[in-house]
């Protein structure tokens, strides 16, 4: 029977042919082009298949000369048992995993792999650069048959290319979530953040909004891509960008710039804002509430992400797909795991209204 992934038929074959000596010891195995035609597949799937046979001990491959039998097998009978006992292992690296809106990711992403016989190796970064090196060195170590990664403060260069090259020349098939690290050609599922800040904007300016300010943390590609949509719709407007109502944070001095008086003396200027999510878009209203502003009366709000906050605190929101997105994701790298090329996926976004925005008039 044919194995759900293609790869999978080559390593079997493989397997059978070394233990019935049709390849014996030290000598030279099949090449790719040879293996790709054989099979009718592409080269990303006999290289996956001949990194499982590397990790499994098969096979070793030397640069510039090609795939060899390894010279010391064990024995047939423990070869079929490991054969019989290898199983599908995809990793996940997240920042967070257990609050906001990770767990309707993580869960979009378990329901696939479940119904696919995939077990899934999960780690956290903490949204620590350090946090995602030791994670990309733990996936390393597992010979995994799939990665999928939502980067750490992907605004910034990323630190770990070394990491993520070693985890391409072992040909695993590799996604970015939520957002991507530019330097690296990789696919990627987000939602479109540039349409996402655009979205919230316009519809600050069409309730008569001409005040606008933002809120972003300057680490996050997606807060980039929110702001330059947050850019682009006031500027189709003739809208001029007003610097000193822009306030950008650090993960460590967040709380710091929203309680500071800088920041609550530019809101004083401004009828609405623009937060980089729901969870800055609330604890702003805490801090207003505190300083004796009311929402929406003194400050309309907009957030993104359309997060359990948002509903409990009826804030106008952004959707972000969450589960949505895990599902995708999944179903993209099982498919790069079967040989496929990856792709780019954008979400459009979807606004929900809610009592945080009130019209303005001139």
Same mark, same amino acid.
């Given at each position: 029977?044919?194995? /759900?992934?293609?790869? =999978?038929?080559?390593?079997?074959?493989?397997?059978?042919?070394?233990?019935?000596?049709?390849?014996?010891?030290?000598?030279?195995?099949?090449?790719?082009?040879?293996?790709?035609?054989? *099979?009718? !597949?592409?080269?990303?799937?006999?290289?996956?298949?001949?990194?499982?046979?590397?990790?499994?001990?098969?096979?070793?491959? &030397?640069?510039?000369?090609?795939?060899?039998?390894?010279?010391?097998?064990?024995?047939?009978?423990?070869?079929?048992?490991?054969?019989?006992?290898?199983?599908?292992?995809?990793?996940?690296?997240?920042? *967070? =995993?257990?609050?906001?809106?990770?767990?309707?990711?993580?869960?979009?992403?378990?329901?696939?792999?479940?119904?696919?016989?995939?077990?899934?190796?999960?780690?956290?970064?903490?949204?620590?650069?350090?946090?995602?090196?030791?994670?990309?060195?733990?996936?390393?170590?597992?010979?995994?048959?799939?990665?999928?990664?939502?980067?750490?403060?992907?605004?910034?260069?990323?630190?770990?290319?070394?990491?993520?090259?070693?985890?391409?020349?072992?040909? &695993?098939?590799?996604?970015?979530?939520?957002?991507?690290?530019?330097?690296?050609?990789?696919?990627?599922?987000?939602?479109?953040?540039?349409?996402?800040?655009? =979205?919230?904007?316009?519809?600050?300016?069409?309730?008569?909004?001409?005040?606008?300010?933002?809120?972003?943390?300057?680490?996050?590609?997606?807060?980039?891509?929110?702001?330059?949509?947050?850019?682009?719709?006031?500027?189709?407007?003739?809208?001029?960008?007003?610097?000193?109502?822009?306030?950008?944070?650090?993960?460590?001095? =967040?709380?710091?710039?929203?309680?500071?008086?800088?920041?609550?003396?530019?809101?004083?200027? !401004?009828?609405?804002?623009? !937060?980089?999510?729901?969870?800055?878009?609330?604890?702003? /209203?805490? &801090?207003?509430?505190?300083?004796?502003?009311? /929402?929406?009366?003194?400050?309309?709000?907009?957030?993104?992400?359309?997060?359990?906050?948002?509903?409990?605190?009826?804030?106008?929101?952004?959707?972000?797909?969450?589960?949505?997105?895990?599902?995708?994701?999944?179903?993209?790298?099982?498919?790069?795991?079967?040989?496929?090329?990856?792709?780019? &996926?954008?979400?459009?976004?979807?606004?929900?209204?809610?009592?945080?925005?009130?019209?303005?008039?001139?």
């Amino acid at each position: 029977m044919a194995s /759900i992934h293609k790869y =999978m038929d080559i390593v079997d074959w493989a397997i059978e042919q070394i233990a019935s000596d049709v390849f014996k010891p030290k000598d030279k195995f099949l090449s790719e082009a040879a293996l790709g035609e054989k *099979f009718n !597949c592409s080269r990303q799937t006999v290289r996956r298949a001949l990194e499982v046979l590397k990790q499994q001990g098969y096979v070793t491959r &030397i640069q510039g000369s090609g795939t060899y039998i390894s010279p010391v097998l064990r024995s047939t009978r423990i070869q079929t048992a490991e054969k019989k006992v290898m199983s599908r292992t995809v990793g996940l690296i997240s920042t *967070f =995993m257990d609050n906001y809106i990770f767990p309707s990711i993580i869960r979009g992403i378990e329901s696939i792999f479940s119904s696919n016989g995939i077990a899934l190796q999960l780690a956290s970064t903490s949204n620590l650069i350090s946090g995602e090196t030791r994670a990309l060195q733990l996936m390393l170590d597992r010979h995994l048959d799939g990665l999928i990664v939502e980067p750490t403060r992907s605004a910034l260069p990323c630190a770990n290319l070394d990491l993520y090259h070693t985890i391409e020349k072992r040909s &695993i098939p590799l996604l970015f979530i939520d957002s991507f690290y530019p330097e690296l050609s990789i696919p990627y599922i987000t939602l479109d953040d540039v349409k996402a800040g655009y =979205m919230a904007t316009k519809y600050l300016i069409s309730r008569g909004h001409r005040d606008i300010a933002g809120i972003f943390p300057h680490s996050n590609r997606q807060a980039h891509l929110r702001y330059l949509g947050y850019v682009k719709a006031l500027t189709e407007q003739g809208i001029a960008i007003q610097d000193h109502c822009v306030f950008w944070h650090s993960r460590e001095n =967040m709380q710091q710039v929203l309680h500071s008086e800088q920041l609550l003396e530019g809101l004083m200027e !401004c009828t609405a804002v623009l !937060c980089y999510n729901d969870s800055t878009a609330v604890m702003l /209203i805490d &801090i207003l509430k505190q300083n004796n502003r009311q /929402i929406p009366d003194d400050l309309s709000v907009v957030g993104i992400d359309n997060s359990e906050l948002a509903r409990i605190s009826s804030l106008t929101s952004v959707v972000h797909p969450a589960e949505k997105l895990g599902e995708a994701a999944a179903n993209m790298l099982l498919s790069m795991m079967d040989g496929a090329e990856g792709e780019n &996926i954008l979400f459009p976004p979807q606004l929900i209204i809610r009592t945080s925005v009130k019209d303005v008039t001139a």
